[in-house]
């Protein structure tokens, strides 16, 4: 069994980022899935920092400073690049994603991966906003916004590979 700690939309805020980081770990999370919109390299840096061994992340349409981020996820041995992104644990199919345009394209998007069966999860980020549901018998999860900018709420999500279960909690 994993638990994995899913975040996404951080936009720099390094005080939530830690926070997060450490109420992850608290929780006995084995891996960080970044779901995108990290934006600058010193705040994936921020991670580490905290003590977050194992990260996966995908870009958002925010991260201008793609090269960067790179050589700080290297630097730290994580993972960070393009999405689509297809992670596997514990013989689950995770596609992480981003997401780009309205927040309908992305759901439109999401819905139809989901529908396809091939993934036991589809995990997105971009619109800022919780979303955990399925489709057949795919998990669909966004965990919100860890910025809280757009919604004034920060959250997370803590996914058991066990079972798929979700818990969404406060940052």
């Known amino acids: 069994m994993a ?8 936009h720099d805020n390094v005080w939530a980022v830690e926070r997060a980081a450490r ?11 970044h779901l995108g919109d990290i934006v600058a390299p010193f705040t994936l840096r921020r991670f580490r920092e905290a003590g977050v061994e194992r990260l996966v ?25 393009d999405w689509p992104r297809l992670v596997e644990v514990d013989g689950r199919r995770l596609l992480l994603l981003h997401g780009s345009g309205p927040p309908e394209a992305t759901r439109m998007l999401v819905d139809s991966l989901a529908a396809s069966g091939r993934y036991d999860a589809i995990l997105y980020g971009h619109t800022h906003t919780v979303d955990v ?17 757009l919604t004034g709420r920060r959250s997370a999500a803590l996914l058991d590979t066990s079972d798929m279960s979700v818990e969404v909690v406060e940052v």
């Not at 638990?3 to 951080?10: A, C, F, H, T, Y």
């Open 3 to 10: 638990l994995i700690g899913v975040v996404s939309d951080s």
């Open 57 to 81: 992340a995908v870009f958002g349409n925010n991260c201008g400073e793609r090269p960067g981020l790179v050589k700080v996820a290297t630097e730290a041995g994580f993972e960070v690049g």
């Open 133 to 149: 549901r399925r489709v057949g018998g795919t998990l669909i999860l966004n965990p919100g916004e860890l910025c809280g900018c």
């Open 23 to 33: 109420l992850l770990l608290d929780r006995g999370v084995n891996l960080v899935v």
